[in-house]
């Protein structure tokens, strides 16, 4: 663990992740927000113990925007047409693990956040990923972000995704970590956000957000099959390793059909 006095960036092996509160110092101990402990730092340290995450069986992937909405755009391309790649890319690898898969558009279609979380709500014994690029107004700005749902504080009401909130969290940070070492991109940290397609899902649920199309350099690489190829294979890795580490069991793979009978 690596961390600032006065700060809510905490490195848990190398991995950065947003906490919602400043770790202060007292009487020579490190204090951590009881919230934070209990959403973040101990579902990491001590996935096994979430007593709500089951075995992989079924992912859904959701390529974000798509139809009238495109998302950031470069003079390169359009967000919603490299989420679609990158989407079909992963869909590839995990079937070819054995797991089932469900894509919320196969398209380039226009969807809204409620019409996506139907689609992912029907589905049993799933997580759901959601894929994005970002732009920014700071040129400068660069690097892999990862997003699971705020938690609900005591005077808030709970969202329904908010029932995963330690599996989002070690979802997120399995995603993350892996994205970061096969891609050698920036950390921009595993953080929260209010993201409506996540907010009333019933599945352990993130949002990762690729790379900045708004950067001169990343945005060239956002473009190349090679990264949206490493992108896909390192969340599909993550995959695997989210389910060992909550269940102790690698993803249930889809049974193969029996052969007919000759006849």
Same mark, same amino acid.
């Given at each position: 663990?690596?961390?600032?006095?006065?700060?809510?960036?905490l490195?848990? @092996?190398? /991995?950065? =992740?947003? $906490?919602?509160?400043?770790i202060?110092?007292? &009487?020579?101990?490190?204090?951590?927000?009881?919230?934070?402990?209990?959403?973040?730092?101990?579902?990491?340290?001590?996935?096994r @113990?979430?007593?709500n995450?089951?075995?992989? +069986?079924?992912?859904i992937?959701?390529?974000? =925007?798509?139809?009238d909405d495109?998302? #950031? &755009?470069?003079r390169?391309?359009? &967000?919603?047409?490299?989420?679609?790649?990158?989407?079909?890319?992963? %869909?590839?690898? $995990? !079937?070819?693990?054995?797991?089932? /898969?469900?894509?919320?558009?196969?398209?380039? /279609?226009?969807?809204s956040?409620?019409?996506?979380?139907?689609?992912?709500?029907r589905?049993?014994?799933?997580?759901?990923?959601?894929? =994005?690029?970002?732009? @920014?107004?700071?040129?400068?700005? !660069?690097?892999?972000?990862t997003?699971?749902?705020p938690?609900?504080?005591?005077?808030?009401?709970?969202?329904? *995704?908010n029932? +995963?909130?330690?599996?989002?969290? /070690?979802?997120?940070?399995s995603?993350h970590?892996?994205?970061?070492?096969?891609?050698?991109?920036?950390? *921009?940290?595993?953080?929260? #956000? +209010?993201?409506?397609?996540?907010?009333d899902?019933?599945?352990?649920?993130?949002?990762?957000?690729?790379?900045?199309m708004? =950067?001169?350099? !990343? #945005?060239?690489?956002?473009?190349?099959?090679?990264?949206?190829?490493?992108?896909?294979k390192?969340?599909?890795?993550?995959?695997?390793?989210?389910?060992?580490?909550?269940?102790?069991?690698?993803? %249930?793979? &889809?049974?193969?059909?029996?052969?007919?009978?000759?006849?």
């Open positions: 663990l690596r961390f600032t006095i006065g700060g809510r960036e490195f848990m @092996n190398n /991995v950065k =992740h947003i $906490l919602d509160s400043k202060l110092a007292h &009487e020579g101990c490190y204090l951590v927000s009881r919230m934070d402990l209990s959403k973040i730092l101990d579902p990491i340290l001590r996935p @113990n979430i007593r995450a089951r075995r992989v +069986n079924t992912v992937i959701d390529p974000g =925007h798509g139809g495109s998302g #950031a &755009e470069n390169y391309g359009r &967000e919603k047409d490299y989420n679609l790649k990158v989407a079909r890319l992963l %869909r590839k690898k $995990l !079937e070819a693990d054995g797991l089932k /898969v469900v894509m919320t558009r196969d398209a380039d /279609v226009t969807l956040s409620a019409e996506r979380v139907k689609i992912a709500n589905i049993p014994d799933a997580i759901f990923i959601s894929i =994005h690029f970002k732009s @920014n107004s700071d040129p400068l700005k !660069e690097g892999i972000e997003f699971t749902l938690v609900a504080l005591p005077d808030m009401k709970p969202r329904k *995704g029932s +995963n909130d330690q599996a989002n969290i /070690v979802l997120a940070s995603a970590s892996r994205c970061l070492l096969m891609t050698g991109r920036p950390d *921009g940290g595993v953080g929260r #956000a +209010n993201i409506s397609v996540l907010a899902l019933r599945h352990p649920a993130i949002l990762i957000a690729g790379g900045y708004s =950067h001169a350099i !990343e #945005a060239r690489i956002i473009t190349r099959d090679s990264y949206q190829q490493t992108l896909a390192a969340i599909a890795s993550a995959v695997a390793d989210y389910s060992v580490a909550t269940t102790g069991r690698m993803p %249930r793979p &889809e049974p193969k059909p029996k052969p007919e009978p000759a006849i």
